[in-house]
């Protein structure tokens, strides 16, 4: 049967998260009975990322199993002739069986936006958070330095969370500031359920002033997760990019249509 790659990006704001909940608006859900249509049977799909309530996408990768032949221009378009204005499938790709849109990641990239000026923002609402406070990025960036390679990350760590264990390689956490806007940017091979939420409340805190960079080691050493920041919002997240080797030749990730509004950043 068939293998299938998708590129999706979707704004979370009316979903209960990724993974399909009875009952329950999902992304998942809608992905799944939108491609159903297209392939006229049941379809079942697996995304390299689970994404919360209310967390965006901007490059979830996905893939299904499907008897039907379409060309991947059938997929996409067909696929979004069904989907909701809010969830967009980006490309489609068919694979080798030995594809797995979870299993064969080599990292996850997600990135966190703040608006960050005295007057709020319509460009901004539901997808990204505003702090009015002028927040210290340089200070940020130094706080994120002590949280880099691979730690046991227990104190970014949702108590909730399934994880069979919190040890994580942090392969990259940049701060960057663009005029009004500031991103959190973190690569990872995997992360623990809200740790980047974590991670970002934790930098946010720094940026104001209200702890010193040193507090983001002191935390991170202490394995406690109440030592910590509260946890950032979900709307200023993003699933950003997922890599996989080469050898499965995926289409690069498009830039978003949001990103392309006057006011919002720019960044890859």
């Known amino acids: 049967m068939p293998r299938i790659a998708i590129g999706l990006e979707y704004h979370g704001g009316r979903y209960a998260g990724w993974q399909a909940q009875a009952g329950l608006a999902t992304v998942q859900g809608v992905v799944e009975v939108a491609l159903a249509h297209v392939a006229a049977q049941p379809v079942a799909v697996t995304c390299a990322g689970r994404t919360d309530a209310g967390v965006h996408a901007v490059g979830q990768v996905a893939h299904f199993d499907a008897d039907a032949v379409r060309t991947p221009r059938g997929w996409t378009l067909g696929a979004n002739t069904n989907l909701p204005p809010d969830v967009s499938v980006t490309w489609a790709q068919e694979v080798s069986a030995q594809f797995h849109a979870r299993h064969r990641a080599e990292s996850r990239t997600y990135c966190y936006l703040i608006c960050n000026r005295d007057a709020r923002s319509a ?22 330095c002590a949280l880099l390679g691979e730690h046991d990350f227990s104190a970014f760590r ?8 919190p040890v994580r390689r942090l392969h990259e956490l940049a701060v960057e500031r663009q005029g009004d806007w500031v991103v959190i940017r973190a690569r990872a091979n995997a992360f623990l359920h809200h740790m980047v939420r974590n991670i970002a409340g934790l930098l946010i805190a720094v940026g104001r002033g209200e702890a010193a960079p040193e507090w983001a080691r002191e935390v991170l050493e202490s394995r406690d997760r109440t030592r910590g920041a509260p946890t950032a919002p979900p709307h200023g997240l993003y699933l950003w990019s997922v890599r996989y080797p080469s050898e499965f ?20």
């Open 158 to 165: 949702a108590a909730e969370c399934q994880a069979r264990t």
């Open 123 to 144: 460009l901004a609402a539901g997808r990204a958070i505003v702090i009015h406070r002028r927040l210290d990025e340089e200070r940020m960036g130094e706080a994120a």
């Open 249 to 268: 030749a995926l289409p690069d990730k498009p830039e978003s249509s949001w990103a392309m509004i006057p006011g919002l950043p720019r960044f890859s």
